[in-house]
């Protein structure tokens, strides 16, 4: 950990929008829910300008930073400069040492911008999770996801959504304009499942499940299509048209 500057440190706590020479991205109120002991991946997308700048991972409950490309023994901050992100991977998380406000920074000649702020909870039981937290397929593929949540959030705004853009696709009734390629369904008990189909490369990244102001990530990697489909398709209809005549 590298500990922040004094004035910095007063900068994070009387509020990043109100400083000058403080850039904040709108990130909305998230709260981010995790198993007591668990552990979680959270993405930090940033412009493409800000490639080579300093980034870092700040916590606001022991007021310090870890910088991109550092790896410890519950902690991971790691750049990924061809994707414009910067993942954190927390581990054996607990309540009392890791809840709190975290932030997404990167530094500019001295100045702050933030990319992307949450409030982590650590939970026996947590508000919201996934029964993966990475999932992959193949081009033209389906894939489903499973959301689950918690009583207390059963008549909660139920969500997909996606980090980079924060494109959103709603399960209820009076959403009318939902892409086809996503379904949501909610069994009204204690989980949802997302179903996308006819996955597409720039499918891939980081999506995240939500019930209300409550959250977990999901990570999809969408692969080339299998080796050998079409050669397999055409040998097929060769062979089926030979034995027609």
Not at 73 to 97: A, C, G, W, Y
Request: proline share 2%; with cysteine; glycine share 8%.
């Amino acid at each position: 950990m590298i500990t922040y500057e004094k004035k910095e440190i007063f900068y994070f706590l009387i509020g990043f929008w109100l400083i000058l020479g403080v850039e904040c991205y709108s990130s909305g109120s998230y709260n981010l829910t995790v198993k007591t002991g668990g552990s979680v991946t959270i993405p930090c997308y940033y412009d493409g300008k800000y490639t080579h700048q300093k980034k870092y991972w700040f916590s606001e409950a022991d007021k310090s930073s870890t910088y991109t490309n550092t790896t410890e023994e519950n902690l991971s901050v790691i750049d990924h400069p061809d994707q414009n992100l910067f993942t954190v991977t927390m581990r054996n998380l607990q309540s009392t040492k890791h809840d709190g406000r975290y932030y997404c920074a990167v530094k500019v000649e001295g100045n702050v911008t933030v990319t992307y702020g949450l409030y982590l909870q650590v939970q026996s039981a947590p508000d919201v999770s996934v029964v993966n937290s990475s999932v992959s397929g193949h081009e033209g593929d389906d894939i489903s996801v499973q959301c689950l949540y918690n009583s207390g959030y059963k008549n909660k705004t139920k969500q997909w959504c996606r980090y980079k853009d924060k494109r959103c696709y709603t399960v209820g009734r009076t959403d009318t304009s939902q892409n086809s390629s996503v379904q949501i369904s909610d069994d009204g008990r204690r989980s949802f499942t997302v179903l996308m189909t006819g996955l597409r490369l720039t499918d891939s990244g980081w999506y995240y499940c939500s019930a209300g102001e409550a959250l977990n990530p999901v990570q999809l990697t969408v692969n080339e299509g299998k080796q050998g489909t079409v050669n397999d398709k055409v040998w097929y209809m060769e062979h089926f048209c030979l034995s027609q005549n």
